[in-house]
């Protein structure tokens, strides 16, 4: 997906402004709760996904999450839990954990700012980033939660690569 070519006000002093600017521009519904935090509903192939963005001016960082939108029974989170480590052994950037707030299983990922703004071409490789994360390894979520399977099980088959036709 190409970066998105946005002019983001160098005025804004609360960086969650400059990332409602940038999620408006996409055409997802979005919900300002306060001055910290924001929310959009993305629809996806898998599944739909919540983006949130928080905002902590003490750390001056702002923590980005992904949930996805498929809820974790009780029976099963310990099967969730190897497949969360098994996931994060092969990101690069962010990790996966269970927000247990909602039961559902979300990718995160923080930006230390450090004083400088966050601009759109940084929200916009994070938020494709983590949206190709959670559709990447959904099915593994799938297999693992309501197919029964063991977590290397689980993830082995979502990423089998098939080969040839049908």
């Known amino acids: 997906m190409p970066l998105t070519s946005l002019s983001i006000e160098p005025s804004c002093s609360n960086p969650v402004d400059q990332v409602e600017t940038f999620l408006s521009g996409k ?3 979005i919900e300002r709760r306060d001055d910290r935090s924001v929310y959009a509903q993305v629809p996806g ?3 739909d996904c919540v983006l949130v963005f928080f905002w902590s001016e003490n750390l001056d ?3 980005f999450s992904c949930a996805i939108d498929i809820r974790v029974p009780d029976s099963r989170r310990a099967v969730l839990y190897e497949l969360l480590a ?3 052994e092969r990101l690069w950037v962010g990790h996966f954990s269970l927000w247990n707030e909602t039961s559902m299983p979300r990718f995160r990922h923080t930006l230390l700012l450090s004083g400088s703004r966050v601009c759109a071409g940084d929200l916009d490789e994070i938020v ?3 949206l190709a994360e959670c559709e ?3 099915p593994a979520f799938q297999f693992a939660l309501w197919g029964g399977n063991c977590a290397r099980d689980a993830l082995d ?3 089998l690569d098939t080969k040839g036709e049908a």
């Open 136 to 138: 990447r390894f959904y």
């Open 86 to 88: 098994l996931l994060n």
């Open 27 to 29: 055409g997802w519904t």
């Open 61 to 63: 960082a702002l923590q």
């Open 157 to 159: 088959s979502a990423l």
């Open 128 to 130: 494709d980033i983590a």
């Open 45 to 47: 192939y898998w599944c």
